[in-house]
């Protein structure tokens, strides 16, 4: 994608232009991180966690996922050594030389604290910055945009990848969406510009209107969906595009880094990036070092490591977090998959990350230390984390902490070593 192509195709959606006032990122410091990036990437549908950073050196792993854990490093299709406990999913091998150089970094058991195995609800807590509280109408990212100075000669500050405004990056501040070359055009609702329009008008919205909106378009791209897919496990991939939320799947959109890299590049003044990936509802032939799971997580890793090499020296100012709304059962299920859960792993990436480590308040796999027996518990809020990075990272004030996540205060380093 070129610049042109770029400009063609991104588009200002908001309720307003940047409110007066609002000129100034509140830094901790005083100092001038107008350069500083954030990168957000949320797996749609609740990624296998345990899958993705497995505790291999726990027996209990292999005991209560027979058929989907991940075999040991060192066997085929085995998981790669991370710190002789903990090991990484195969399929995310090109991620491995920023482990080693100490910018990449796991914070195992984390999450939303909010219990709800909905995809709906835990995507909106997640991607409002306050669970639980559906008072909040706008999304953290863009609480969080509204803070960033003001360049003259440039009004674009961040971009959300895709053909409707998320939920993350809803509210007063511009956001230039762009659409993902991946979606199918049906309908005029189809389009980005008009989803966009219609997302401003209806999306928001906290009534009746606006949740029929939302049923509405849901219920659309479900159509257009089953409309494009064979018949078979017809239930199943409802449920997998719901939670898709209208994300692609990784693999729809290999050159994803590359271009993001490039947009990054091209155009210094963005901050702040959203882009999102479905397909992780992995209910049913899950796979292990190959498979399911495996085929998502080879062109998502990929496309990471694309991304950090085009940014080169720009990595060491940026920051990359990818997430997901929940995580899945610890033990398997009947159709060698696994189930909604709880707890999950944040991956995190910067120049200034404390990397090479898996952080976690880990308890282990012992029925008595799950979540309702089940998950692993979220003994890590995903709010500290962020907090945590925007604050240390970027420099984000803790006045400005407040804005972009009310009602929080997080609780300690979240960075604390197993």
Known sequence: MNRREFIKLASLSSLALFAPGLAGWAFSNGMDKANKKLIVILLRG??????????????????IRPRIAVAKPGQENGLIDLDGHFGLHPALAPLMPYWQNKTLAFVHSSGS??????????QDNMESGAPGARSVSTGWLNRLVSELPVKSGSSLHAISIGPVLPRIMSGPASIATISKTVQVNKSL??????ASVFEDLYGQRNDDLGRAFKEGMAAHQEINESL?????DAMMDREQMLANRGAPLPGQNK??????????????????????FGGFDTHVNEGTGKGQLANHL???????????????????DTTIVVMSEFGRTAKENGNSGTDHGHGNVMWVFGGEVPGGNVYARWAGLNTEALHEQRDLPTSTDFRSVLSYLLNNQIGVSKTTLAKVFPDFQA???PFVQV
């Open 46 to 63: 609740g990624v296998d966690g345990l899958n993705i950073v497995a505790p291999y050196g726990d027996s209990l792993y292999y005991g």
């Open 298 to 316: 080879t062109p998502l890793g990929q496309g990471i490591a694309d991304l950090i090499q085009g940014l080169g020296p720009m990595y060491k």
């Open 189 to 194: 609702l189809d389009r980005p510009v008009v």
């Open 228 to 232: 494009s897919k064979p018949d078979e």
């Open 255 to 276: 050159a994803y880094g590359k271009q993001l890299a490039q947009l990054f590049r091209k155009s210094p003044s963005i901050q702040v990036a959203f882009l999102d």
């Open 411 to 413: 609780n300690g380093n």
């Open 113 to 122: 604290p909010n219990p709800s195995r909905s995809h709906f609800d835990a």
